[in-house]
């Protein structure tokens, strides 16, 4: 029984991960909001590259040297590396989405993932928040902007993937509780801002 249950706690954080739950929101709002511009799938393709496949050729080049223990990058010490990495991929593949026209609503995504990267980072080298919680937090407020509030039912979500991360011993409750709710408001009010210029 022990063994059921953490397998299925390390399905459940490698389905609600950062790399699975923000290309398939940004798919989802790309094809719902944009799908009829031309280049639709061009700024598709750079947030998935800025998102999931950069992030984990970076992760698996980095456990690859040595540089850090595990794919989660479960000690707060090995975190500064890739998050600075990320910090300039995003902001790179913001340029490219303005070279590309794309919307503001689109580029923002890459330009606020920089900035809360430069947040996630400043907080590492005090403290471990949980990427997992702000990452699945702050792509459902990009849901709610997009699709308005029956959106927030996915909130239900970040209970099972707070235990389970508790429960693989990744993170405390603390470091999961303020994960989530600093992801959801500061992306949230980082858009409603964004938008109102």
Same mark, same amino acid.
């Given at each position: ?79 500064? !590396? %890739?998050? *600075? &990495? @990320? ?12 070279? =590309?026209? #794309? ?45 308005? !509030? %029956?959106? *927030? &039912? @996915? ?12 429960? =693989?011993? #990744? ?27």
């Amino acid at each position: 029984m022990q063994l059921d249950t953490r397998r299925f706690a390390s399905l459940v954080s490698w389905i609600i991960s950062p790399v699975v739950v923000a290309p398939a929101v940004y798919l989802l709002i790309v094809l719902y909001r944009y799908s009829a511009k031309s280049s639709h799938l061009d700024w598709f393709l750079v947030l998935f590259l800025s998102a999931t496949i950069v992030p984990m050729f970076l992760i698996y080049g980095l456990k690859k040297i040595g540089r850090v223990s595990d794919y989660n990058i479960s000690f707060r010490e090995q975190r500064f !590396l %890739p998050l *600075l &990495v @990320l910090v300039a991929v995003n902001l790179i593949g913001y340029e490219l989405m303005k070279q =590309l026209d #794309a919307p503001r609503f689109l580029s923002a995504i890459l330009l606020f993932n920089a900035v809360n990267t430069v947040f996630i980072l400043l907080v590492t080298l005090q403290w471990k928040i949980s990427i997992h919680l702000f990452s699945l937090t702050s792509s459902i407020a990009l849901l709610v902007l997009s699709f308005g !509030l %029956p959106a *927030l &039912v @996915l909130l239900c979500f970040v209970p099972l993937l707070m235990w389970s991360r508790m429960y =693989l011993k #990744a993170h405390n409750f603390m470091q999961t509780l303020v994960g989530s709710l600093i992801g959801f408001l500061l992306t949230y009010g980082e858009f409603k801002w964004w938008l109102a210029l």
